[in-house]
């Protein structure tokens, strides 16, 4: 069984910053891309990023790049999601989850554990 536990959300002003850490459980963490997705109220989830099981590649939805970094731990068996420049409507639930490959992907049902999810919060 592998668990996620999201954690360093909170409330930020636009223009703010705030990184996210997901700290999971069991052994087979480095053998596994991580990704980080979100949902706002009404709204699907939707792809924020991904990291391959080595860190050494990346991939972000368009209305994040140059703002978002994925970066990843894997002594720590923890992932991080550095958020830059936020803006309103990055306010959500997000959540991170393991792919059941070694290299990221944009597809939902391609991540076989999902953390609770910790919500972010940025004002006007």
């Known amino acids: 069984q592998v668990e996620l536990v999201e954690s360093g959300g909170g409330l930020v002003q636009a223009g703010g910053s705030l990184r996210l850490s997901c700290a999971a459980s069991g052994r087979t963490f480095s053998s596994h891309a991580m990704g980080w997705f979100r949902q706002a109220p009404g709204k699907e989830r939707e792809f924020v990023g991904a990291?391959?099981?080595?860190?050494?590649?990346?991939k972000y939805a368009d209305f994040v790049k140059g703002r978002f970094t994925i970066s990843r731990d894997n002594a720590k068996n923890t992932v991080y999601l550095q958020m830059n420049s936020l803006k309103p409507e990055d306010t959500a639930v997000y959540c991170c989850?393991?792919?059941?490959?070694?290299?990221?992907?944009?597809?939902?049902?391609?991540?076989?554990?999902w953390g609770q999810g910790t919500q972010v919060t940025v004002s006007s």
């Open positions: 989850a393991r792919s059941k490959l070694a290299v990221g992907s944009t597809i939902v049902w391609e991540y076989d554990y």
């Open positions: 990291i391959s099981w080595s860190g050494g590649s990346t």
